[in-house]
């Protein structure tokens, strides 16, 4: 009680002395006000009941960087004679830091309870002083240290930057900049490097931090000059990065010597376009830039008979040639573009921006056009083209090397059509992209109109190498094409895809992987088959098979089109469609001819894929063929299959498959046909050719059928039959 009152009656005293006068009792880790003069609650800005409160949770008041002192200073009050001596920053009621300085001591102990009195000052000012005091020292020792160099020094409290250096740069004496960053002059530092600059100084803002960066600046002259700049961050009293200080060095002469290293490292010797590992790496960073929005293309260049062009007129001419090309190909393109040299006569080009797919036809037609040279050389004439493959990001991949092996496989086709050609690499993944395309197109704006739908099929599974890649494609654009929800292509282990090829629109999607379809496959293998031998169509009300009414409901099937894979009339798999809206399934009768021979050439490619990788080769070839008036077969000599049959067979023979054997397809025979022409081709003659007028028993004609090898080996070599119904001549 003695002590209550001796503190009541100090209290009365010095209630309005400017300095905060506080007794605080602790007691078990609590800190408790018990008297507080007016004097603290002026300096802080509190109302009595207000600072009251702030004082019982004093703790959340102080910057949590002083902490560690506030605690440090209670546990020396606590000893015996302990004093407190103690800054800390706090937040005043209108939300501004101050510093605070507590000095005091322990005034009485009565068991665990401790009686602390303190004086309480607001040393702000003091600090900003000597902090003011701590920068000119340090701006000091940095113009010291760095005499002749410009010195960098932005107050970001007032938004003042000062740069000071001996006038050697062009910048003589001091110069202030108000408003630095709020009014920013970007045109003082060169384009390419604002972004960087400004990133640079906003990471230093953040957080007290020591960075280097080289950047380029405008000088008296309106030239720009390269910098380098060590720049530190200074923490302030208000707890948040105040300053940056630093020393610009001028870096020109160095760097225009460096990079004139750097260029010759990566130029071409001969076209002094990018070489081969640069332009890769520049096109593996233009990648890694993407916004994901923005389509880019890569283009490769390959000169047409410049090999035999270069062998008879001279590698010096030659050279010329080649100079010549890059000069036309840095013509055509923007400087932002990537232009390489590859290899001798192959060149790279990577578009960094494109605004269609159409603008990527436009300039490989154009390289094309302008990539034309005719030379003279003994007596003759050489004509030196070129061919441009082109894959575009994000349709045909999003990483280097699948773009890369795309365009490359478009460079192939281009060449396999002639040379001096163009190829977009124009695989599902394209013409899906279009099927899908938000903006209100439809799908027919998506496939190229003037190709069917068996042309881009054969096209897919020709240029996509990975068969579940190529199947999945094919898939999905018949699915979407004839409005289909899912598609599947699934069947027995002998089957070669690895897995079950599926494809699903959004809604419709299962959420398992194809793999898992363990309940599809066993429908497909057990049931579908046997209730339906061929290609069918199935409505759920039509269903008298009790699992087959299950597996329909589970999956919410309203209609499926379902085609067995057979070879040799032994089960193999299938591909189904599958249609989950509750109307009728309607096709017309063309439509269903076309899905049929699109499902015939599918089976082809699945059951037949070591085969296909064999006419790879002579894609171009077989894109003719099928398009002929004439009869064409591609058969194997030693086992007679059917490797190949054009649409003017199919349109007579429809039943007839890839992979049958011929005589009993097409003769309906057991046995060989006893004047089979293919008898009288010479396996040691590759160019050997015979031709025979026979009558086609399948075809009901009289024929004219010629026999040459499309692949001569020893064995399974590739034979090509082409028959043309002679019969009107022959009769005549």
């Avoid at 005043?92 to 309480?120: D, F, P």
């Avoid at 590759?686 to 009901?700: A, G, I, K, Q, V």
């Avoid at 024929?703 to 019969?727: F, H, P, Q, V, Y």
């Amino acid at each position: 009680m003695a002590v209550d009152l001796s503190i009541e009656n100090f209290g009365s005293m010095v209630d309005h002395v400017i300095a905060g006068i506080c007794f605080f009792e602790y007691e078990e880790g609590k800190l408790a006000p018990i008297f507080i003069n007016e004097g603290f609650f002026r300096m802080l800005g509190y109302s009595r009941v207000e600072g009251m409160k702030y004082l019982e949770i004093i703790e959340m008041f102080i910057i949590p960087e002083d902490l560690p002192a506030f605690h440090q200073a209670i546990e020396d009050v606590l000893k015996d004679d302990g004093v407190v001596d103690v800054a800390f920053r706090t937040v005043t009621a209108s939300g501004n830091l101050r510093w605070l300085y507590v000095r005091g001591n322990l005034y009485a102990r009565e068991g665990k309870k401790n009686t602390i009195v303190t004086v309480i000052q607001d040393i702000t000012e003091r600090k900003n002083v000597e902090e003011e005091l701590q920068r000119q020292a340090e701006r000091l020792h940095i113009l010291s240290a760095a005499e002749g160099e410009m010195i960098l020094d932005y107050n970001a409290k007032t938004d003042v930057m000062i740069l000071k250096s001996s006038g050697e740069y062009g910048l003589g004496g001091e110069r202030i900049y108000n408003k630095y960053l709020e009014k920013f002059n970007a045109a003082m530092i060169y384009e390419e490097d604002v972004a960087y600059y400004r990133a640079v100084i906003d990471s230093l803002l953040k957080s007290p931090k020591h960075d280097t960066i080289e950047f380029r600046i405008k000088r008296f002259d309106q030239d720009f000059t390269w910098y380098q700049a060590n720049l530190t961050s200074l923490l302030g009293a208000e707890g948040y990065v105040t300053r940056i200080v630093g020393r610009m060095i001028n870096i020109h002469e160095k760097k225009i010597k460096e990079m004139e290293l750097l260029l010759r490292a990566e130029k071409d010797a001969l076209t002094g376009l990018y070489n081969q590992g640069a332009t890769e790496q520049l096109i593996r960073n233009a990648i890694e830039d993407n916004d994901g929005e923005t389509l880019k293309a890569l283009m490769i260049i390959d000169l047409d008979n410049f090999k035999e062009a270069n062998d008879l007129i001279g590698h010096s001419q030659g050279d010329i040639l080649l100079e010549q090309t890059a000069g036309i190909l840095s013509e055509i393109f923007r400087g932002g573009d990537i232009i390489g040299r590859i290899g001798g006569d192959e060149f790279i080009v990577f578009v960094k921006n494109l605004t269609s797919l159409s603008e990527a036809d436009v300039l490989a037609n154009s390289i094309v056009n302008r990539v034309s040279f005719v030379l003279d050389a003994e007596e003759s004439q050489i004509h030196v083209t070129c061919s441009v493959g082109v894959s575009v990001l994000p349709y045909h991949g999003k990483e280097y090397e699948e773009l890369f092996k795309k365009a490359d496989r478009a460079v192939y086709t281009a060449k396999a059509n002639g040379k001096c050609n163009y190829r977009i690499y124009d695989a599902a993944s394209t013409m899906v992209y279009h099927a899908n395309r938000k903006n209100g197109y439809t799908l027919n704006q998506g496939i190229d109109v003037n190709k069917n739908m068996e042309d881009q099929v054969m096209q897919i599974l020709f240029e996509d190498r990975v068969m579940e890649s190529a199947l999945k494609s094919s898939i999905e654009l018949m699915t979407k094409k004839y409005h289909f929800h899912r598609g599947y292509i699934c069947g027995n282990e002998s089957l070669p895809i690895s897995r079950t090829v599926h494809f699903s629109e959004d809604a419709y999607a299962t959420g398992r992987e194809a793999d898992e379809h363990y309940e599809l496959k066993r429908v497909v293998n057990e049931i579908l088959y046997t209730a339906f031998p061929g290609v069918s169509v199935i409505h759920d009300y039509d269903l008298e098979l009790e699992d087959m009414r299950a597996y329909f409901q589970a999956e919410g099937i309203k209609s499926m089109l379902f085609y067995p894979l057979t070879s040799k009339g032994e089960f193999q798999g299938a591909i189904v469609l599958e249609n989950h809206v509750d109307v009728q399934m309607e096709l017309t009768k063309s439509e269903m001819e076309e899905i049929r021979s699109l499902f015939r050439i599918m089976e082809a490619h699945i059951l037949q894929i070591g085969l296909m990788d064999r006419l790879q080769n002579f894609v171009a070839q077989i894109a003719i063929f099928d398009n002929l008036d004439s009869f064409v077969y591609v058969v194997n000599p030693d086992t007679y299959e059917l490797s190949f049959i054009n649409k003017r067979v199919l349109m007579e023979s429809p039943d007839v498959k890839i992979g049958d054997i011929c005589y009993k397809a097409l003769q309906n025979r057991d046995m060989p046909c006893e004047n089979c022409i293919l008898r009288n081709l010479d396996k040691q003659d590759s160019h050997c050719r015979c031709t025979e007028e026979l009558f086609n028993y399948s075809l009901r004609c009289w024929t004219r059928c010629s026999a040459s090898w499309l692949e001569c080996k020893e064995e399974n070599g590739l034979a090509l039959l082409n028959s043309i119904d002679i019969s009107e001549y022959f009769m005549g």
